[in-house]
């Protein structure tokens, strides 16, 4: 059922939400997996590689979004901590620092590459833009995503967007939100933020007293609370 409540603008993450981050990720990672002999040797598989990538990857973004780490600790350690393995960093070869380095270079070109859109992305971008102002808010390193917005054919679709990386606060610091709002000239009664992650678009968007519609296929844990929760993009355009 529609909400009966009015908003003014729609704050909208965009990786995994409107962008499909997840397959761009993962090509990329199973064709770096192809590249480097490194990586081969220590993982049979692009399967082993990506389990033991993404433990590393998650641990670090949840420090970036806390500001407990900076955008290019992150992308060095997330590549090079899996060349590591058990092996102390004094131990290891100086030569797989440059690897790392290299490995992540490759990573942004080869994900740029496999950028698209979410299915029903384009349709519904265009219609709630046609019914609200959009603000994009996402963490993602701007060279990338400013690449993908260009690429994506709707950046007419945005009045605002809003990279952490050049607002100096990430999700879900509120800051960032308030940010967004004095940039719409709108009060946080009168916003709502969709996006997929619960920990930095929903808890962030709640810190700052904003409703959210959090993109979720499956059962929220019992600790987990959105003012809406829907299984597709599509199904938003129900609730706004």
């Not at 949840?62 to 092996?87: C, D, I, Q, W």
């Not at 290891?92 to 270079?105: I, K, Q, S, Y």
């Not at 946080?188 to 933020?193: E, F, L, S």
Request: hydrophobic residues 40%.
């Amino acid at each position: 059922m529609k909400s009966e409540r009015k908003y003014r603008a729609v704050f909208i993450d965009w990786d995994d939400t409107i962008g499909d981050w997840t397959q761009a990720e993962h090509r990329a990672l199973r064709e770096l997996h192809r590249t480097y002999p490194a990586l081969r040797a220590r993982y049979a598989t692009p399967d082993d590689y990506l389990a033991a990538y993404r433990p590393y990857n998650l641990e670090l973004w949840a420090l970036y979004g806390r500001g407990e780490v900076s955008k290019e600790r992150l992308h060095f350690e997330r590549f090079y901590r899996p060349l590591l393995g058990n092996t102390p960093p004094e131990e290891a070869d100086p030569a797989l620092r440059d690897l790392a380095h290299e490995m992540g270079d490759r990573f942004l070109q080869l994900t740029n590459r496999y950028f698209s859109l979410l299915p029903d992305a384009e349709r519904v971008v265009r219609l709630l833009a046609e019914r609200y102002p959009l603000t994009i808010l996402s963490n993602g390193f701007k060279e990338v995503q400013y690449y993908k917005f260009a690429h994506s054919g709707l950046q007419d679709c945005f009045l605002h967007t809003i990279i952490s990386e050049e607002v100096g606060v990430n999700k879900p610091q509120p800051e960032i939100f308030r940010i967004a709002l004095q940039r719409n000239g709108l009060t946080a009664d009168q916003v709502v933020m969709i996006g997929d992650s619960y920990s930095s678009d929903i808890l962030g968007a709640q810190a700052a007293g904003i409703d959210q519609i959090w993109l979720h296929n499956g059962p929220p844990l019992p600790t987990e609370t959105a003012t809406y929760i829907v299984p597709r993009l599509a199904d938003v355009l129900e609730k706004l």
